[in-house]
């Protein structure tokens, strides 16, 4: 079976900008649980970290890393279709 990579690359930016979506309002809604999350996530104590939620923050970090996520799907897609 053949993935087509491009639809796959399209539905892998718009599952990640579905979760960047979920998390910021997880961020804006519950931050210092988030924070705690995020601490235990990463190995680390962040509890004298701070978030700096902004509109254009969650905006710019959704269309990079939608773009990331889509890149990645894309090139997945082809490596699996190639070693098929």
């Known amino acids: 079976m053949k993935l087509n990579a491009n639809k796959f690359g399209i539905a892998s930016a718009i599952s990640f900008g579905v979760l960047w979506l979920i998390c910021s309002v997880l961020v804006w809604l519950q931050p210092s649980m988030m924070m705690n999350m995020t601490g235990h ?21 959704l269309i990079g890393w939608s773009a990331f996520a889509g890149l990645c799907g894309w090139l997945l897609a082809n490596v699996y279709n190639r070693i098929n």
């Open 41 to 61: 996530m990463l190995h680390g104590d962040w509890s004298q970290m701070g978030w700096h939620l902004s509109v254009t923050g969650v905006f710019l970090g």
